[in-house]
């Protein structure tokens, strides 16, 4: 079992930036795939996802070159920097693991998630 807590959510101004972290229980994640989805007005979306190393990160179209997602396994911590944010980044961030990265892409493959954090941006 994985509990997942996401913080760092809140409003800023279109064009500015936000850091958003996703601390996890589990001694072992640093074994699972992590990602980020969003949930705006319609469903929930793919946003970015990471290995347990790593080494490989996939982005939705939308948010590539905007926004960046790493981990930090000692501190058993997941991130996603957003910069350049849009009035349609405006969403519920959640924060998602998996057993690989094929499991963190789509939303009914996700094994756990957290509670989401409310991102606000204005234009």
């Known amino acids: 079992q994985v509990q997942l807590v996401e913080s760092g959510g809140g409003l800023v101004q279109a064009g500015g930036s936000l850091r958003l972290s996703c601390a996890a229980s589990?001694?072992?994640?640093?074994?699972?795939?992590m990602g980020w989805f969003r949930q705006a007005e319609k469903e929930r979306e793919f946003v970015a996802a990471i290995?347990?190393?790593?080494?490989?990160?996939m982005y939705a179209d939308s948010v590539k070159g905007r926004f960046t997602i790493s981990r930090d396994n000692a501190k058993n911590t997941m991130y996603l920097q957003m910069n350049s944010l849009k009035s349609e980044d405006t969403a519920v961030y959640y924060c998602?693991?998996?057993?690989?990265?094929?499991?963190?892409?789509?939303?009914?493959?996700?094994?756990?998630w957290g509670q989401g954090t409310q991102v606000t941006v204005s234009s």
């Open positions: 998602a693991a998996g057993a690989s990265l094929n499991t963190v892409l789509v939303v009914g493959r996700v094994a756990y």
């Open positions: 589990a001694r072992t994640f640093s074994t699972y795939a």
């Open positions: 290995t347990w190393s790593g080494g490989s990160t």
